[in-house]
């Protein structure tokens, strides 16, 4: 067997080839997109149309097309105008740092399959930790997502905080963790997952400004255990995904204490902030959770999907997955950090330590600084915005880069107004010079913009509430409403 297809699969002449007039192309799209040479955050597409095109160029495409026809048909993340859903424009060094990770493919679970990216993940969590206050004990880990981290972060919570051995053993009585109501639904799914069920996920009301309604847990913590649900965890959103508005962490820190509960704080989006002297303070607490998850991808620049799950006590990562509670011998023993599949729920991983290593390397933490201290201001001063246009109105003052908001000009009820307000991001979607997206809070259709790109300016967020109004007092119009021009 001469193997022709497989040499040429790994014909390091046609890599470098292919790689340089792809990087050429990248750079020109970062360029065209940054600079907004193409007019679109989006052209959009209805799936089935999409669907054909990909089918027939299969078989009829140009290969030589094909880099560029997959860059040009999406969403472009690094236009100005995409103020839609929480992921970064990767910071360009970092897709470079992700072709490492592509190419030398190291499986990660342990030292041997990827030795200078276990020590890197340690050198990066290591700076994580600290920055969170936390002490020597403190240890994290990266792992593929914040949804996993999330699910990997309360498995550690019932192994240390539920005396009997239920990895081993299943469930013998009902459990329970408290979260609030406007927590990421994948805390949820977490829950179900470990099989706590609906009755055992202790959905605590938010307050009129969307945080954890503090003033309830004790109600509610009592609530669940005369039920006989004994209660091993509370999580607080740092900030809750919808609106952008954190939790109260020190008064669960506190609440957490008195009841000896595992405090875990969701910061996939928000964590961030650790970097922020001017915001760090919406994180005050968060040295005290035993556990903290910050997304890379999401307000740190990074490619997805890279998360960071810390531990207050890193002892406990040890003993998540651990067949016996062993994690104390381990302890006394020597501890081997560099294993890393010891702790995280997948086994092969992707290097991901290299893009946080990369970026603290060539421009150093304060990148982090800059990135979310920028974003947040930019967020509340679209808050500032809204305010100041009579035809329009906030969910909630905006404490992060994430604003909620929606058109409210006119006699319309709530019904007719979500109906306007989702017609107009469709139209927003279709149109495709900005991509913004929607969530419903209480029944109530708000369209959501989160500021991602440090390069989104005012005039941009002006342009994109003329361009609302535009639209909404076309659509109002044509359904015949009353309505006063301005
Ligand atoms: C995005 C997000 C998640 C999910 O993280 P993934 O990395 O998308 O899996 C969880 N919690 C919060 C608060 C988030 O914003």
């Given at each position: 067997m001469k193997k022709q297809l497989l040499k040429a699969v790994y014909d390091s002449e046609e890599f470098r080839k292919k790689g340089h007039i792809l990087i050429d192309q990248l750079a020109n799209h970062l360029a065209d997109k940054l600079q907004e040479k193409s007019k679109n955050a989006i052209y959009w597409n209805e799936p089935e149309e999409e669907l054909k095109f990909w089918q027939d160029f299969l078989s009829t495409g140009d290969e030589k097309a094909m880099f560029s026809k997959i860059t040009e048909r999406t969403t472009y993340v690094h236009h100005p105008h995409y103020i839609g859903h929480q992921v970064s424009p990767a910071a360009p060094i970092t897709a470079l740092s992700g072709m490492i990770s592509s190419l030398l493919n190291n499986g990660m679970a342990v030292y041997e399959m990827g030795m200078a990216p276990s020590a890197i993940e340690r050198v990066v969590t290591d700076i994580l930790c600290k920055k969170v206050g936390y002490g020597d004990a403190s240890r994290g880990f990266l792992t593929s997502g914040g949804t996993l981290a999330n699910l990997t972060a309360l498995l550690a919570a019932r192994k240390a905080k539920v005396a009997y051995d239920i990895w081993n053993e299943g469930h013998s009585e009902s459990l329970g963790i408290i979260v609030s109501e406007e927590a990421h639904y994948c805390v949820d799914r977490a829950a179900k997952i470990m099989g706590l069920g609906e009755k055992g996920i202790i959905k605590v009301p938010a307050t009129d400004g969307y945080e954890m309604n503090i003033s309830l847990l004790e109600n509610y913590y009592r609530e669940a255990t005369e039920k006989g649900i004994q209660i091993f965890a509370i999580v607080g959103s740092a900030p809750s995904t919808a609106t952008g508005v954190y939790d109260n962490l020190e008064a669960i820190a506190a609440f957490s204490q008195k009841y000896h509960l595992w405090f875990h704080v969701d910061g996939a989006h928000g964590g961030a902030a650790i970097f922020s002297k001017k915001y760090r303070h919406t994180l005050a607490?968060?040295?005290?959770?035993?556990?903290?998850?910050?997304?890379?991808?999401?307000?740190?620049?990074?490619?997805?999907i890279t998360t960071a799950l810390l531990m207050r006590e890193g002892k406990h990562a040890n003993a998540t997955f651990s067949q016996k509670a062993e994690y104390l011998l381990t302890q006394a023993d020597h501890e081997d950090w560099y294993n890393s599949g010891k702790r995280t729920f997948e086994c092969t991983k992707n290097m991901m330590s290299i893009h946080w290593y990369t970026l603290i390397k060539a421009y150093g933490e304060g990148v982090f600084d800059e990135y979310v201290t920028h974003l947040y201001d930019m967020g509340r001063f679209f808050g500032e915005m809204v305010k100041e246009e009579p035809a329009f109105e906030l969910a909630v003052a905006p404490v992060?880069?994430?604003?909620?908001?929606?058109?409210?000009?006119?006699?319309?009820d709530t019904e007719a107004l979500n109906n306007l307000n989702a017609k107009v991001r469709q139209h927003l979607l279709e149109d495709g010079k900005f991509y913004i997206v929607q969530t419903k809070l209480r029944g109530v259709h708000y369209l959501r913009v989160t500021v991602m790109n440090p390069f989104t300016t005012s005039q941009h967020l002006r342009m994109l509430l003329k361009k609302i109004r535009t639209y909404a007092e076309e659509v109002s119009s044509q359904l015949n409403l009353t309505h006063r021009s301005f």
């Open positions: 607490g968060v040295e005290k959770a035993d556990s903290l998850v910050i997304d890379g991808h999401k307000m740190m620049m990074m490619p997805t992060s880069n994430i604003v909620c908001f929606r058109y409210v000009k006119g006699s319309l």
